[in-house]
């Protein structure tokens, strides 16, 4: 089992930049680019630098931010990275990335934010999506990012109606960001039973969510979602999420993530599995961290 970052540091020592199209559109088109180009330089370093940290700690994946160039879609100040002035050293940057990323073995993704939903009854909503993750694609394709993460989005006006819209949106989609979606189960609209028939039809791999699965279960145990989920990946290594409820399974709001994952939300049927496992948790790098020595201790105990 491999576990996974997400996103930024707790530490503050791994910094992303971040900016305002409020901000950005105040200054002249040719600063806004030098501005953009000079950030984007920035976050390319700090994401070879995460890639870094995780290769030397035994962390083999790490999610990027959506946000890793801000405003790129943004419809006023939006840019193509081959716009920036610093395009050429950007890519130089971000081809490093790559190269580390695959000899140290760490795996990156991305997970696009609540408002890319390909599947919306709205045609703007489904237009703006598939701009963004057409520009996530080509992050993913420049940084060799193996995956864009992707919840079913609503369910109106039911489930079956939705999740044909979602299927012809991702069909508009460039070869090459099709072929990096994948979907999770989420925690309030679909189950993991409602988005296997699509991923098989479909091939899309399908993250199991095993948070979600417990905060919105259906039919299937957790052992059974884990291995109908796993076996969407094919020869590819699966790719699962864990974390756990802020106060506890019994808080009002237990969709919401704790600042470290309890080592009992942890499937047991996971350990000692070949599988990339991201966590999600408050506490960023020292709840991966702590998860860490824990189970390569249950790892070594079943390999006694």
Avoid at 42 to 62: I, M, P
Avoid at 217 to 244: M, N
Avoid at 257 to 276: I, K, S, Y
Wanted: aromatic fraction near 6%; charged fraction near 25%; proline fraction near 5%.
């Amino acid at each position: 089992m491999r576990l996974g970052l997400c996103c930024t540091f707790l530490d503050g020592s791994i910094k992303f930049r971040a900016t305002t199209a409020r901000f950005v559109g105040g200054k002249l088109r040719a600063a806004q680019r030098l501005f953009l180009g000079e950030l984007a330089l920035d976050n390319a370093a700090a994401l070879a630098s995460a890639v870094t940290w995780c290769a030397e700690r035994g962390v083999g994946a790490f999610r990027i931010s959506s946000q890793l160039f801000p405003l790129a879609t943004h419809p006023e100040v939006g840019y193509a990275l081959e716009e920036l002035p610093t395009w050429g050293r950007l890519e130089r940057q971000l081809a490093e990335v790559r190269a580390t990323a695959q000899a140290r073995d760490v795996r990156l993704s991305f997970h696009p934010d609540q408002f890319v939903v390909p599947g919306s009854m709205s045609p703007e909503v489904v237009k703006s999506s598939l701009a963004e993750l057409e520009h996530q694609a080509r992050m993913a394709e420049l940084v060799g990012a193996e995956q864009i993460t992707l919840h079913g989005g609503g369910g109106q006006p039911d489930k079956a109606s939705a999740l044909a819209r979602l299927e012809r949106g991702l069909e508009r989609l460039s070869p090459r960001a099709r072929a990096r979606v994948v979907l999770e189960n989420d925690d309030r609209v679909f189950t993991v039973a409602d988005l296997l028939p699509l991923c098989e039809r479909a091939g899309l791999p399908l993250v199991y969510d095993v948070h979600h699965h417990r905060c919105l279960p259906d039919h299937l145990s957790v052992e059974a979602a884990t291995e109908l989920a796993a076996a969407t990946w094919g020869a590819r290594e699966p790719w699962t999420h864990v974390s756990s409820p802020k106060g506890g399974w019994t808080a009002t709001r237990p969709q919401l993530h704790d600042d470290h994952v309890r080592p009992e939300d942890v499937p047991r049927c996971w350990l000692g599995r070949r599988l990339t496992m991201d966590v999600e948790a408050k506490a960023k790098e020292q709840a991966v961290l702590r998860l860490l020595a824990w189970v390569r201790a249950q790892e070594r105990r079943l390999a006694a």
